[in-house]
């Protein structure tokens, strides 16, 4: 037998960090606050409802684009969150998560030559999915230590070839977020432009401080050009389901839809059935931003004694700590370092950028237990 070798597409891509992560937090026994999951559970009537959809017979495929019920909460949810009318029929499609509505809006939009801005620290499924489709990533730095976005720098880098910018907002990694001189900011560039964007909004209900997340739906100009990602794995403490969405005018949803026909087909269907439910009862998803708020507040509080330095965050379940008054080694090593001898995980920041950009401050998931918390900190202060 010959042994038969394929060329790799993406020769530069090895295991992402979360998988890394979580692996060695496992084999350790550390505490893992390095992949975004939280280790609460759901609501068990969202549970219930699961069960309950399969015992009603919804076990068979749904609709491509997504069990219409549920295109139509999220379309009613959109309008009342951002005052935007969205067609279900046309403008809604369900996912696999929001990793494929990502996957399926690249796919969807770019070619051989095509430049992608991207922002980093950048979120690890964008950039091997451009590139798998011949793109060309253009990154730019969001401004350290509060990681806005330089629009000046944005302006010098867009092109001819420039297709698509891939905004991220709340942002993983750094709990920034735009507000909406962003968005005006970002009109201007690409008002003239055949420019498509790609907004990642899958934290879009964990904003904090009062604050309202700037959605691009909440701009009628730009909500005609974009890929709107959303994810119920965040909103719902249900990662591990795997059901996201986007929102797209209709020309590039049927596009985007082309691509999705074929990546997943449908998205499991009493998954749908039992959160179109489950979002009938609005209370969840607006309580969200104050039941983060309440931990990010609690995880600060707990690491006061610390000789961490908070960053700001102000979205997300993430937090940014700053370590270098207690090492001087590389982040990458002071993870590894904290997760084995230390017995808590987090996530290097360096690993989001291309140049492996090191400001020696590292990633905490807070969507946790208190007590997870509590004894985290309880490592950490005596660092
Ligand atoms: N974008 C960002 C910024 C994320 O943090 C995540 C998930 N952690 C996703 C997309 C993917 O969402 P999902 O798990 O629904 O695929
Ligand atoms: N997005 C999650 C995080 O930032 C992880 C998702 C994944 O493991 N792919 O931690």
């Not at 009628?220 to 969405?245: C, I, N, Q």
């Not at 379940?317 to 270098?324: I, S």
């Amino acid at each position: 037998m010959i042994k038969v070798a394929i060329e790799s597409k993406l020769p530069s891509v090895g295991t992402s960090i979360f998988s890394v992560m979580s692996a060695l937090a496992n084999a350790h026994g550390a505490i893992n606050l390095s992949q975004g999951f939280p280790d609460f559970s759901m609501d068990p009537r969202m549970k219930s409802l699961v069960t309950e959809a399969m015992a009603k017979g919804f076990n068979q495929y749904t609709a491509a684009t997504g069990l219409p019920a549920l295109r139509e909460q999220i379309s009613a949810l959109a309008t009342e969150c951002y005052g935007i009318e969205v067609n279900p029929e046309s403008e809604v499609t369900v996912t696999s998560g929001g990793t494929e509505a990502l996957f399926c809006a690249i796919a969807a939009t770019i070619s051989e030559g095509d430049e992608v801005i991207v922002f980093e620290p950048c979120y690890d499924s964008y950039v091997p999915v451009i590139e798998l489709f011949g793109g060309v990533p253009i990154y730019v730095p969001l401004d350290f230590p509060d990681y806005k976005i330089n629009w000046q720098n944005v302006k010098k880098r867009v092109s001819s070839r420039t297709r698509m910018i891939i905004l991220n907002s709340p942002h993983n990694p750094t709990g920034s977020t735009l507000d909406a001189a962003d968005l005006a900011e970002l009109a201007k560039i690409v008002q003239a432009n055949p420019i498509v964007i790609l907004s990642d909004e899958v934290y879009e209900h964990i904003i904090f401080d009062g604050a309202d997340h700037q959605s691009i739906l909440r701009h009628k100009d730009l909500a005609k050009r974009s890929f709107v990602v959303s994810s119920f794995g965040k909103t719902f403490h249900a990662t591990g389901w795997k059901v996201g969405y986007c929102i797209a005018p209709e020309h590039l949803s049927k596009e985007f839809r082309k691509i999705h026909q074929f990546v997943t087909f449908s998205t499991s269907t009493p998954f749908q059935w039992a959160i179109a439910e489950y979002m009938k009862d609005r209370s969840h998803i607006l309580e969200l931003r104050n039941f983060y708020q309440t931990k990010r507040d609690y995880f600060l509080d707990l690491m006061k004694q610390s000789r961490f330095e908070p960053l700001t965050s102000k979205g997300t379940y993430f937090q940014l700590m700053k370590y270098d008054q207690i090492s001087k080694k590389g982040d990458k090593a002071f993870a590894e370092w904290l997760t084995v001898e230390k017995g808590v995980a987090t996530i290097p920041v360096s690993v989001f950028y291309h140049s492996g950009e090191d400001n020696k401050v590292l990633r905490f998931c807070f969507a946790k237990e208190n007590s997870t918390l509590e004894k985290a900190a309880e490592i950490l202060i005596r660092l």
